[in-house]
């Protein structure tokens, strides 16, 4: 009889963290699909971890087969566009937004000229290293690499490693020609 309750018990937990898991795998599915219809485009087979945090999400753009860790913010208040095959780590920050420094300028109304916000564009096949922070107005050119922890400061063009806070060049990528 002891060997049977057990039994009882096993299979009970196990419908329970089976029936947990599908409908958590169910929740992650409805909130990626919610969250990719209003992005301003989004292609196919995009990856966004469930514990990202994307403010105003319709002026934010991503690219084919692009992917965004865990606790990885983008404030795209001002545009972020993130282009095909690109991997932002964990725990990144992405922000076209910026604060009015002046006070007596932030309370006589809003402005974008006189806070700094500007759009971040992250070119095709750009990997962003874990914590990196990219601030407004910034470009990276397409196969480029952010190191872990950098402060992007600066522009960076394609084809280059940049690491550091803030972000300083280390080299140039040997790219094959392309075919």
């Known amino acids: 009889m002891a060997n049977t309750t057990r039994y009882n018990k096993v299979t ?3 419908i329970i963290f089976k029936l947990i ?12 699909y919610i969250l990719k219809t209003r992005f301003a485009t989004c292609g196919n087979n995009v990856d966004i971890h469930l514990s990202c945090n994307i403010l105003a999400p319709a002026y934010l753009s991503i690219g084919n087969n692009s992917s965004v860790g865990a606790y990885t913010t983008i404030f795209a208040g001002f545009g972020v566009s993130i282009g095909k095959n690109c991997l ?10 910026n604060h ?9 109304g809003d402005s974008a000229e006189a806070t700094g916000s500007k759009p971040v564009i992250i070119g095709d096949n750009v990997w962003l290293g874990m914590n990196t ?6 470009t990276i050119g397409d196969n480029s ?5 950098s402060v992007v400061t600066k522009n960076i063009p394609s084809n280059e490693i940049w690491v550091g806070n803030p972000a300083r060049f280390v080299k140039k990528l040997d790219m094959p ?3």
Do not use: D, H, W
């Not at 898991?21 to 990626?32: A, D, N, P, T, W």
């Not at 932002?88 to 937004?97: D, E």
């Not at 009015?100 to 006589?108: D, H, K, L, M």
């Open 12 to 14: 009970m937990l196990t």
């Open 88 to 97: 932002i780590s964990t725990n990144c920050g992405i922000s076209s937004v």
């Open 133 to 138: 922070c990219v601030l407004p107005g910034i």
């Open 100 to 108: 009015i420094q002046e006070a007596y300028i932030r309370y006589e």
């Open 177 to 179: 020609a392309q075919q």
């Open 145 to 149: 690499i952010v190191g872990a922890g």
């Open 21 to 32: 898991s599908f409908v958590q795998r169910k929740y992650e599915q409805r909130r990626k």
